[in-house]
């Protein structure tokens, strides 16, 4: 077993799913402010707007399996909020509207999971 794999084995074993989206949920949020500090840099901007994107697809996938044991009322917030990120998104692309709004997002699920 390499080292990453095994690092992935005890994180796996000591964090809980709570923990584990809170710190995903925070990085891609650091990723976020960082790109909005680089207006320059439109790779950076995309590389972290479409990272976002696929962890709230993926919240959202989680969401709407028939053997996801959270509140139905909570499973289509998710649902809901993945939406509105894939519409911010595409606006943020196409220069509509900035980053605060999904950072903001962000935030608040981030305390939310606290």
Request: cysteine-free; aromatic content about 8%; charged content about 25%.
């Amino acid at each position: 077993m390499t080292g990453y794999a095994a690092y992935g084995k005890v994180q796996n074993v000591t964090e809980n799913p709570r923990s584990t989206e809170r710190r995903l949920l925070s990085q891609v949020t650091a990723a976020l402010i960082d790109a909005g500090k680089s207006h320059e840099n439109v790779q950076k901007l995309y590389d972290a707007i479409l990272w976002n994107k696929r962890v709230w697809d993926t919240f959202a996938y989680e969401a709407a399996a028939d053997d996801n044991q959270l509140p139905k009322e909570i499973r289509a917030g998710i649902i809901s909020l993945a939406i509105w990120v894939n519409k911010e998104t595409t606006m943020i692309m196409d220069g509509q509207t900035d980053l605060e709004p999904l950072i903001s997002v962000n935030k608040s699920i981030i305390e939310g999971l606290k």
